[in-house]
Each structure stands twice: as structure tokens, then as C-alpha cells.
């Protein structure tokens, strides 16, 4: 069999496996979500897959207006109960909207964050991630991605890719609270005052819950590798889609 035998072959069964799944690509900021959300979309439309695209938090009308509360308000006030359902509320409105009925057309849905998001962002913040988990039971009425792809990458090399300096970190939080960075598009430019709302030692937390979160998630957490250029990443990232067997 030569390599473009065996390449279309591999190509065929990553196909099939993806035909109708939801996948989650999530991780701490900088570690190139979007950049790999899209590329991954690139492939698997090449490769003949439909698929739909989206945000979370927001991706709706509902959502988006829910999204603003939690993005353009001073949130020093809200109680973290408050603030964890509102991500909830947003998601559970994506998921009737627009996952669960690509899903049952038989499209893949390809999401940047997820239920994983609010475990990570919340727990760094004190909130019990098996919580968030409990309530996303209900928001989601179990309807769990199939794979959420975790691209792990350290904080500087994040922040260093987002263009934010690490001794920043921190410098406006009385200005900004909840998790204003996960509404931020890590590949276009962001607002500065709200890349600084979290002290450096919150955002270590952020990625070390987000290792973690395979000791208890309910579905398969895939860590990638991101800290490498986005072409070498993306490859890793299919090489894992392909290898996976539940």
C-alpha cells in the first residue's frame, strides 16, 4: 500500500468516525482554540463531513444577550452561583438552537468551549468544578460533546501569543470579574483592560483544572500538545481524532 493509499484511508475511517459527533476544542487562553476550531472545520469539509460551527458562551440571540450581561457589566457583585448559571442558561439555549439539531441532521458540530470552560474558569475562581457538572446535567439535558480536544499550553507561551505581558496580569481585576477572558477572540484583538482582569496565579489555576477535569468529566478529554506552531498542532490534533475508539 504506498502513503496516499494509506493517507485516504485514514482520511475514510476519521470521516466516518466524525460523521454526526460533537466535538469541544477548549483550553486555557492563547492555546489557539479558535485557530484549531477553524482548521479542523477546513479538513473535515474537504474531506466531504458537514459541519456546523459555534461559540460558547453565546452563538444565539438568546445567548448573546446573556453573554453581554457576563461581558459588559461590572460583575465584582454577582454571586458565583448567579454567574454559573447565566453560562448555563446561554448554553443550554445553544444547545436547542444550534447543536442538537445539527446533531440530529447528522452534522459534526465543532464548539470553542463548553461545559469544561465554566468547570475550569469557575473552579480556578473557588467554585467546585463537580458542581458545574451537576448543573450542566440539566442545562444540557445530557447531551455531552463525544470528544472535547484540550490544547494544553503553559501560561506565558499563551500570553505571549495573545501579546499580553505576564506582569500585566492582574493590573485591572477591580475593574473586570467572572470570566472575561472566554469571551475574548484569542486570534483577533482583544481588549486589554479585560486580558488583564485575572491575576497570573488565576490564570495556573485555570490550566491546571483543565488537566484535571479527565478525572471526573463525563465524557473523553483529549490533551493535545499546543504549544507548537498551528500547522504541527493541527496534525496532532487529527492524529488523536483518528486513534480514538469510544
Keep these: 500500500m504506498t502513503t496516499l493509499e494509506r493517507r485516504d484511508m485514514e482520511v475514510e475511517s476519521l470521516v466516518a468516525k466524525l460523521r454526526g459527533k460533537f466535538i469541544v476544542l477548549d483550553g486555557p487562553d492563547g492555546c489557539g482554540k479558535t485557530t484549531q476550531r477553524n482548521k479542523l472545520e477546513d479538513t473535515l469539509k474537504q474531506a466531504g ?16 444577550r446573556i453573554r453581554s450581561v457576563l461581558l459588559d457589566f461590572d460583575l465584582n457583585e454577582m454571586n458565583v452561583n448567579c454567574e454559573a448559571l447565566l453560562f448555563m442558561a446561554s448554553r443550554a439555549q445553544l444547545m436547542h438552537e444550534i447543536i442538537n439539531p445539527a446533531l440530529e441532521a447528522g452534522k459534526t458540530v465543532l464548539c470553542s468551549r463548553f461545559v469544561s470552560s465554566t468547570c475550569a474558569y469557575q473552579g480556578a475562581a473557588g467554585y467546585d468544578p463537580k458542581r458545574v457538572i451537576e448543573l450542566a446535567h440539566f442545562a444540557i439535558d445530557d ?101 480514538v475508539t469510544t
Design 49 to 64: 463531513l458537514d459541519i456546523v460551527t459555534c461559540r460558547d458562551p453565546g452563538g444565539t440571540t438568546i445567548g448573546d
Design 143 to 243: 447531551r455531552w460533546p463525544d470528544w472535547t480536544v484540550l490544547l494544553d499550553v503553559d501560561v506565558e507561551k499563551g500570553f505571549e501569543r495573545i501579546g499580553r505581558k505576564s506582569h500585566h496580569a492582574g493590573k485591572n481585576r477591580k475593574k473586570f470579574s467572572g470570566q472575561p477572558t472566554l469571551f475574548q477572540d484569542e486570534d483577533a484583538e482583544s481588549a486589554t483592560d479585560a486580558m488583564e482582569a485575572r491575576p497570573i496565579d488565576f490564570h495556573r489555576k485555570v490550566r491546571q483544572v483543565f488537566l484535571e477535569l479527565h478525572e471526573y468529566y463525563p465524557t473523553s478529554i483529549i490533551a493535545v500538545d499546543a504549544s507548537a506552531e498551528e500547522d504541527a498542532v493541527h496534525q496532532r490534533v487529527l492524529e488523536c481524532l483518528t486513534s
